[in-house]
């Protein structure tokens, strides 16, 4: 396949990588031999073509990191109850588990088959502000210049409940309870995703 001029571009119809000038017998890296044509005046490219490939792993599908945080954040509300038969150990294990996964979904859909009217800016944004700063503050390494956060018992509880401390440079450190953290996030990404029309999965 052959690209004359400026007349049109050709993009993967799985993943929106560039494939102008790609052969149409040649898989596009994410595997799909599928694409489509779209006229360059106007186009908006979700991969556009660079000097470097862009990171990908074919493997990372958004859609499973989703349903894992939903799942890691129903954990989170069982432990919560009362009547919770979760051990010490486990109870931080679904705590750290939640914060992970609502982080990995992030990267997932920068680096994964993203849904097209998704891009990493609109992501980056969406993690550089509260309340997903917080949980990339959990994820990152202990540095003076940026944000850090950690998760720590809440003592007098009768059950087992955390906070998570967040402090940003040159400012006082902010208690979020966990569970309530979890939940804020998760509503941000069902908010972004609705708002780019992308349908959210589910069990």
């Not at 609109?122 to 003076?144: Q, W, Y």
Request: net charge negative.
């Amino acid at each position: 396949m052959t690209v004359s001029g400026d007349v049109a571009h050709y993009l993967c119809n799985d993943c929106g990588r560039d494939l102008s000038g790609v052969h149409i017998a040649t898989p596009c890296l994410c595997g799909s031999y599928s694409r489509r044509r779209i006229d360059v005046e106007g186009a908006a490219y979700r991969r556009p073509p660079t000097a470097q490939a862009p990171p990908w792993d074919p493997l990372k599908d958004w859609t499973v990191k989703y349903l894992q945080f939903t799942w890691n954040v129903q954990q989170l509300r069982l432990m919560n109850r009362d009547g919770s038969v979760a051990e010490p150990d486990q109870a931080r294990r679904i705590v750290d588990s939640t914060f992970a996964s609502c982080v990995s979904l992030g990267e997932w859909l920068t680096f994964g088959a993203e849904p097209a009217s998704v891009s990493s800016g609109d992501i980056s944004r969406l993690m550089g502000v509260e309340p997903l700063a917080v949980c990339l503050a959990l994820t990152a390494p202990d540095d003076a210049d940026r944000a850090t956060a950690r998760v720590v018992p809440v003592a007098f509880a009768s059950r087992h409940q955390y906070w998570v401390e967040y402090r940003r440079p040159d400012a006082k450190t902010v208690r979020y309870d966990a569970l309530g953290l979890a939940e804020e996030c998760l509503l941000a990404w069902q908010s972004f995703l609705t708002a780019r029309e992308v349908d959210l999965p589910s069990w």
